[in-house]
């Protein structure tokens, strides 16, 4: 069986760092806001190109935390896109905000544009634009319409670590951007973790007191606050993943290039498609079939793993059950719940491993799964 992702390979391939990183801070004897955590919020900030990073328990906690930070809360209303892992909903929710859903573009799954200035209303006060799988959303067209209605833009950067919009790190495209670093994203720690992202020095300072039980100094509560923190010990070990990233990305995008030669064209198959202005960093390889159940059957049984990423829109969830609006239809999204299955994909993926993959599929696709 080929799995969806392996994660042991990237434990295997820098044992002794890893190793090293651990004995360094068990050793030391400090285990929370210590070294680790600080040169960590200033390595990934220089990656990415910001002017501040704020690393939290995971990235939920990373959209909620700048939500507060801007000051949106009850009353106020949040633009999402409707295909997305619910945490993106969820994140409004938690800040007493209401999440609004726009439809997506069938071509990248990622927010429409073009379908964002009907959701508008006096009570909007952001946008949440999702980098779906690793490829940027349109954000000339977003970060302009954000402009003319005064509106705070969050990039949910969680599968877009190192992933670029005409040149520029997801992360900063927008006032503020969370990232999180669950174990299976490109860069991903051995537990959960997340950070903001921003060159606004009033966000970064109030998702400091938030993620800290609302506190900048020991027993000094300024507001209601979380417990929202990132141990020195993940710190560290993503510290060493970061010094990887650029290079299992580069894996990642040599691998979807061997999936794409052997895989346009097949009957029934639709590849993903990326827009020239992006450089993806395939979080995932995602391809869409009608028949996608029969289809992912089907490959289990030659001996492929798959997931769907998302089988269920946040709208139709149990979760968000009644709270929608009468015009909550979003066919794009309904379709492509009911269409995607991602391939495996990651940078320990061997060519051999790549190739038995596209056979299956190619199999699969000359097979009537009727």
Known sequence: MIPILELLPSYKELQPEFDAAYRRVMDSGWYLFGPELEALE???????????????????????????????????????????????????????????????????????????????TPRTKAII?????????????????ADRNSLFVLEDAAQSHGARYKGQKCGTLGHAAAFSFYPGKNLGAFSDGGAVLTDDAEVATAVRKLRNYGSSQRYLHEVAGYNSRLDELQSAFLRIKLTKLDEWNNRRTAIAARYLNGLIGQPGLSVPEVAACCEHVWHLFVVRHPLRDAFQEALKARGVQTLIHYPIPPHLSEAYAGSGRPTDHFPVAERLAKEVLSLPMGPHLSDEQVDFVINAVRQTCATSLG
Request: hydrophobic letters at 50%; charged letters at 15%; a negative charge.
């Open 42 to 120: 200033q390595e990934f900030a220089a990656y990415i190109g910001s002017r501040y990073c704020i690393a939290t328990g995971n990235g939920l906690d990373a959209l909620h935390l700048a939500l507060r930070a801007a000051g949106i809360g009850k009353g106020d209303e949040v633009i999402v896109p409707a295909h997305t892992f619910i945490a993106t909903w969820l994140a409004v929710t938690q800040a007493g905000a209401t999440p609004v859903g726009v439809d997506v573009c069938p071509q990248t799954a990622n927010i429409d544009p073009a379908k964002i200035s009907a959701a508008l």
């Open 129 to 145: 634009p999702v980098h779906l799988y690793g490829q940027p959303a349109a954000m000339d067209e977003i970060r302009a319409l």
